[in-house]
């Protein structure tokens, strides 16, 4: 039987599915309208169309990993609300999408969510994620993911707050042990607390430097107690300046948190915990995964939200 356009608006009037959806679940079911309702709300995508509009930007951060370490991988699951987040469901949920991204061969979220979920096979993880939406009754949105191999060592995972930060970092060593495992970790929470950036200077792109020389000296000129200065002190101030701030957004040239004497360079750090257990270490890099970073948050009064539910409106 064709499908029209007419049934697939009928069909997307009654359900709330998308387009596709709806002519996708009457393709399935040869246009019957009530077979394809039902086709629908068996995956989940009626319930899950119309709360697609909410936005989604709380949630959790997971990490996965492989029994040896070499391979892990970091995923952020978004719910709507901090609630839902904190949930045993959605948390157990965002478990399994973390052990399916593990061993993903997929280039992107795109492509990751056309998958066959590794749970269920006559799911796709879309149509997963579409089931757990109409079960926790909330937006759901697996935002991205990252995978980090490191056959020469291991790749270290931390999450912070559960699961409002979440680091893999990726270490080359020729020795590995329960020390230099504990630096990776150190590593990771330095990374959680101060955001770096770039794991080293080398990595900073010339145009980075060169637009943030201009703001510097722009700020520098601007300074009235640098009126009248030489050129050479001006620019001798302009790459301090830059200087300073690099080392702030790079791991290794930041001070290690952890340094008893404040001073101590993470760079350093590491230099010392790779010659006592004799082993070339390497910090190759790191992903720094924060949920929300970047969405856009409705400022909700929760409280004034169950009251306006339970009165019916």
Same mark, same amino acid.
């Given at each position: ?90 948390q157990s949920y965002v478990a399994e999408v973390a052990a ?13 969510? +056309?998958? /066959?979920?590794?749970? @269920? ?7 997963? =994620? !579409?089931? &757990? #939406? *109409? ?36 270490? +080359?060593? /020729?020795?590995?042990? @329960? ?7 150190? =590593? !990771?929470? &330095? #990374? *959680? ?55 702030? #957004? ?64």
């Amino acid at each position: 039987m064709a499908i029209t356009a007419a049934m697939v608006k009928e069909l997307r009037e009654m359900t709330g599915a998308g387009m596709m959806d709806c002519k996708k679940a009457l393709a399935a079911t040869e246009g019957n309208m009530e077979a394809a309702v039902d086709f629908l709300r068996e995956k989940g995508l009626a319930t899950a169309q119309k709360k697609a509009g909410r936005i989604a930007a709380e949630g959790i951060v997971a990490t996965a990993l492989t029994e040896d370490a070499k391979k892990a991988v970091v995923v952020e699951v978004n719910a709507e609300t901090d609630f839902v987040a904190k949930n045993e469901k959605f948390q157990s949920y965002v478990a399994e999408v973390a052990a399916q991204a593990l061993n993903t061969t997929a280039a992107d979220i795109d492509a990751f969510l +056309e998958e /066959s979920w590794a749970s @269920d096979s006559t799911k796709t993880v879309k149509e997963a =994620l !579409a089931a &757990q #939406i *109409a079960v926790i009754g909330e937006n759901m949105n697996i935002r991205r993911f990252q995978q980090v191999s490191e056959e020469n060592g291991f790749v270290a995972s931390y999450i912070h707050a559960g699961g409002k930060i979440g680091v893999l970092v990726d270490v +080359e060593t /020729s020795v590995i042990n @329960d020390e230099i495992r504990e630096m990776a970790k150190n =590593l !990771a929470m &330095q #990374i *959680a607390a101060l955001k770096p950036v770039y794991t080293n200077s080398s990595e900073v792109d010339e145009e980075y430097k060169a637009h943030e020389l201009e703001i510097i000296k722009a700020q520098i000129e601007n300074d009235p107690k640098m009126a009248g200065k030489p050129e050479k002190v001006i620019n001798g101030a302009v790459m301090g300046r830059l200087n300073k701030q690099l080392k702030e #957004i790079c791991l290794l040239d930041q001070v290690y948190v952890k340094a008893e004497d404040g001073k101590q360079l993470v760079s350093a750090y590491v230099a010392q915990v790779a010659k006592a257990n004799s082993a070339d270490i390497t910090v190759r890099g790191f992903v720094r995964y924060e949920t929300g970073e970047g969405l856009e948050k409705k400022n909700e009064d929760f409280a004034a939200e169950v009251a306006k539910q339970m009165a019916g409106n």
